[in-house]
């Protein structure tokens, strides 16, 4: 991702810097917190400033937004203090000063489930609109009035996941776990749901995130339990490891794998990283390809101008962070004032066009404002599969080819 000679944050640091030079004078504040160093994820943070800086170019090249206005960003780093005081404290420490200091009118960037509850809270506090996306099921479940998503949850993927397992007839479920946030979160979901609506039965391992290498074990007693589908359930760095030592104690390729998260989106890194290992993988995914007949001339603009600025495809983090500035821009332009409380208005009445079309965020009996995507499950079929020939298998009616079992493969 870029040059072997700057790093993550230099790269994001950049991309905002190259958006506030032409902001010009009263422009519009926008804030992002997100992971930029380790412990966290700075992949993901130089990704969604990617999508941030591409969806304030768009907005400047259609107008600007409340008479010709243009976006600036205030970025923190939400890791900064995370190695003295812990995750937690530290993102709500960034997101304080954006929300009480900075004068910002809206929110973004939240990518680690551990660390989104403590931001919501002070931007709930202070009455200030945040976009959230990242998986969390809970987070808009809590019906707060300044929290929006258009991403999906753990709770949307998991009947993609196991009712596409159910109708193949996968009964016994063997699952490995990391025990953060996100990996808990999805095992208990997944659990849940497939022994309750599936009759499904789970064997199940967590292992501690930080600080587990070896996997083999608990792999061997998985293949042991013979069970139909294996469930890679680990996160960054972790989930390679593990595709490549359940190779090593013979759990695969002989039963099917699908993992929690897209990592194999990023198609270059998963085939290097997992050698032919990965052919079979399963994956849930939204519907956006280049290929995906459904994208809008929003989708287009934002896939061409990506590809001709970084030269890859955009993963879906950068889309909707660009989705959620243009979003912000056009509630913006419309709202009685550019205060907070005349956003949260218009961002709650107003339809906004996006990648996939039309977009309302709805007060809804379950969740408020949580407008995900239509969901699919990916398989690559065959090694060195690219991202956009991956097959679609489920459900039926989307499917693009039928699914690859072990044997087939």
Not at 61 to 67: A, I, L, P, S
Request: hydrophobic share 40%; aromatic share 10%.
């Amino acid at each position: 991702m870029g040059s072997a000679q700057t790093t993550h944050e230099e790269r994001a640091r950049s991309n905002i810097e190259q958006v506030n030079k032409q902001a010009g004078a009263n422009p519009v504040r926008i804030g992002i917190v997100t992971p930029l160093n380790e412990p966290g994820d700075p992949t993901a943070g130089e990704l969604v400033t990617r999508g941030a800086f591409l969806g304030a170019e768009y907005v400047r090249e259609h107008g600007g937004t409340r008479g010709g206005r243009q976006i600036e960003f205030v970025l923190y780093d939400d890791q900064a203090t995370a190695a003295q005081e812990g995750m937690a404290r530290s993102s709500a420490a960034q997101m304080t000063k954006l929300a009480l200091v900075d004068g910002v009118v809206a929110a973004m960037g939240q990518w680690h489930l551990r660390t989104t509850p403590w931001v919501v809270d002070v931007a709930s506090r202070y009455n200030l609109p945040i976009f959230v996306e990242n998986g969390h099921s809970l987070i808009t479940a809590q019906k707060r009035r300044n929290v929006f998503r258009s991403y999906f949850s753990i709770a949307d993927r998991v009947p993609v996941m196991l009712d596409f397992a159910a109708s193949q007839g996968m009964r016994r479920i063997g699952l490995l776990a990391a025990d953060t946030v996100f990996g808990a979160q999805m095992a208990d979901t997944l659990v849940e749901y497939g022994t309750q609506r599936h009759g499904m039965e789970f064997l199940r391992f967590d292992f501690p995130q930080d600080d587990t290498v070896d996997f083999r074990h608990e792999l061997r007693a998985i293949k042991d339990f013979k069970p139909d589908l294996f469930i890679n359930g680990a996160v960054i760095k972790t989930n390679y490891m593990i595709v490549e030592q359940a190779a090593e104690v013979g759990l695969r390729p002989g039963i099917p794998m699908m993992v929690t998260f897209g990592f194999p989106l990023r198609s270059d890194d998963f085939w290097q990283l997992s050698g032919e290992n990965g052919v079979g993988t399963m994956w849930p995914a939204m519907r956006y390809r280049p290929s995906w007949e459904g994208l809008t001339d929003i989708g287009r603009w934002f896939i061409d101008r990506y590809v001709e600025r970084y030269g890859a495809f955009p993963p879906d983090t950068a889309l909707t962070h660009f989705t959620d500035v243009t979003i912000i821009a056009a509630a913006l332009d419309a709202a009685r004032s550019d205060s907070r409380e005349d956003l949260l208005d218009a961002l709650e009445t107003m339809e906004f066009p996006t990648w996939r079309g039309p977009l309302r965020f709805e007060r809804g009996p379950a969740h408020w404002h949580h407008n995900a995507p239509e969901l699919a499950l990916l398989q690559y079929q065959k090694y060195q599969q690219s991202f956009d020939d991956s097959a679609i298998i489920y459900p039926p009616q989307t499917a693009t080819a039928a699914y690859l079992p072990p044997s087939a493969a």
